[in-house]
């Protein structure tokens, strides 16, 4: 009972990896498309996507390699939901090795919700940490 309990867990853990990578990940392309044509940082549900934040108020402005790199975290995260899916440590290692590079781009972009995500995310991976393989 306890083992399924802690998969559960981990379950849970993958999907909000997958939830996270995919949430802040979908949009990404499109700004990416975006500023590479001069049309400047899209705007969606009445906010720019990936701009205005304290990337901007530092005199970072949103720029495609930029953006690019939070692709790519957004396409690990995905990764890391993968393997914790499937019960294997090396995804937990993944979504904690990512929380910093995440954290950089939540609060560049002033993203309110990635921190309470990642947040319910390890605190359940610290606490199913014995049943991954």
């Not at 940082?41 to 390699?65: C, D, K, L, N």
């Not at 019960?87 to 309470?116: E, K, Y």
């Amino acid at each position: 009972m306890r083992h399924a309990r802690l998969g559960a867990l981990i379950q849970v853990s993958a999907f909000l990896c997958w939830f996270s990578a995919a949430g802040l990940g979908v949009f990404i392309p499109n700004a990416i498309w975006s500023v590479a044509t001069g049309r400047g940082v899209p705007i969606v549900f009445g906010f720019p996507a990936y701009g205005g934040g304290t990337f901007e108020r530092m005199g970072i402005p949103t720029s495609i390699p930029l953006l690019v790199a939070f692709l790519v975290v957004c396409a690990l995260e995905a990764v890391a939901g993968t393997l914790l899916w499937s019960g294997q440590r090396s995804g937990a290692i993944l979504a904690l090795a990512l929380l910093l590079p995440g954290a950089v781009f939540w609060v560049g972009f002033d993203l309110p919700f990635p921190p309470i995500i990642a947040l319910v995310r390890t605190v359940l991976i610290v606490l199913s940490w014995s049943s991954l393989e």
